[in-house]
T-cell receptor, first 110, second 113 residues
Framework: DAKTTQPPSMDCAEGRAANLPCNHS???????VYWYRQIHSQGPQYIIH???NNETNEMASLIITEDRKSSTLILPHATLRDTAVYYC???????????FGGGTRLMVKP | SQTIHQWPATLVQPVGSPLSLECTVE??????LYWYRQAAGRGLQLLFY??????ISSEVPQNLSASRPQDRQFILSSKKLLLSDSGFYLC????????????FGPGTRLTVL
């Protein structure tokens, strides 16, 4: 599986945009980038995924660099409820499994 | 709509006791099913996955086992729990295509004393 690298923690002020980076320099051409988040003591929640084009949904935007070696998840207006661990994952092309790394612990502060 | 259930929500068991955690999915047919474990302060580790009834693949050798007796039922078991089995256990499902997202249940927090 391609591995991902994320900063272990980040802070963001409430109402501001949260930009969470992820490096995946060994990603293969047919592998997607997925983002999940996990609020304390709950199961992970799917946020967004993409291949090479930028994607946007009601939760977030995903910006993938042209060389696909890194991406950024953007929460446009962070709220206190966005405090969670955010996982950047590259989907294994050997099956349906997701490989979770350590993630980024985002703390949204008032 | 699809829903995924796990029970119990929390469990405290002594070392050496057996374990049975159950996961059921509603609203879909022939899902792929997964068991993950999350140790305190760490990321998720895939334990088992299943693409159909009676089909189990193990990702990590350990004293746990999984079974899928019905299409939408996935069970995680152990004959004798170890202290290191403590953690947060999550069941997930996905459709059969390779790039579909996985949907997670609420989890079971297991403490082995």
């Amino acid at each position: 599986d391609a591995k991902t690298t994320q900063p272990p923690s980040m802070d963001c002020a409430e109402g501001r945009a949260a930009n969470l980076p992820c490096n995946h320099s060994t990603i293969s051409g047919n592998e997607y980038v997925y983002w999940y988040r996990q609020i304390h003591s709950q199961g992970p929640q799917y946020i967004i995924h993409g291949l090479k084009n930028n994607e946007t949904n009601e939760m977030a935007s995903l910006i993938i660099t042209e060389d696909r070696k890194s991406s950024t998840l953007i929460l446009p207006h962070a709220t206190l409820r966005d405090t969670a661990v955010y996982y950047c994952i590259v989907r294994s092309n050997a099956g349906n499994m997701l490989t979770f790394g350590g993630g980024t612990r985002l703390m949204v502060k008032p | 709509s699809q829903t995924i259930h796990q029970w119990p929500a929390t469990l405290v068991q002594p070392v050496g006791s057996p374990l049975s955690l159950e996961c059921t999915v509603e609203g879909t047919s022939n899902p792929n099913l997964y068991w993950y474990r999350q140790a305190a302060g760490r990321g998720l580790q895939l334990l088992f996955y299943s693409v159909g009834i009676g089909q189990i693949s193990s990702e990590v050798p350990q004293n746990l086992s999984a079974s899928r007796p019905q299409d939408r039922q996935f069970i995680l078991s152990s004959k004798k729990l170890l202290l290191s089995d403590s953690g947060f256990y999550l069941c997930a499902w996905s459709l059969g295509l390779s790039y579909n997202e996985q949907f997670f249940g609420p989890g079971t927090r297991l403490t082995v004393l």
